[in-house]
């Protein structure tokens, strides 16, 4: 074959055929792979367990060396985890 012809012929079907192909491709993997796998949601929440834990362990420690006179420092707001518990 020319290649007068061989080029344009690879160039068509790369636009019509092998991008939309690669594009639909990587699509239909982003899809499938959208959520947590089962691992991803089980780490997570171990790490809201431990994170409720260490707020725990945090306010004790402050009841125990916060001062308890009359000019007792603002304390911080803080998110509260125990409402988000399910």
Known sequence: MDEDI?????AILS???IFPGMCMHYFTMWR???????DD??????????ARTMER???TIEKLIEPEGPEKAPRRPR???RDLDG
């Open 79 to 81: 998110s509260d985890f």
């Open 6 to 10: 061989l080029i344009p012929i690879i």
């Open 57 to 59: 362990r945090i306010e």
């Open 15 to 17: 636009i019509f055929v």
């Open 41 to 50: 949601e089980r780490m997570l929440e171990d790490l809201w367990r431990s």
């Open 32 to 38: 499938s792979n959208k959520g947590l796998s089962a």
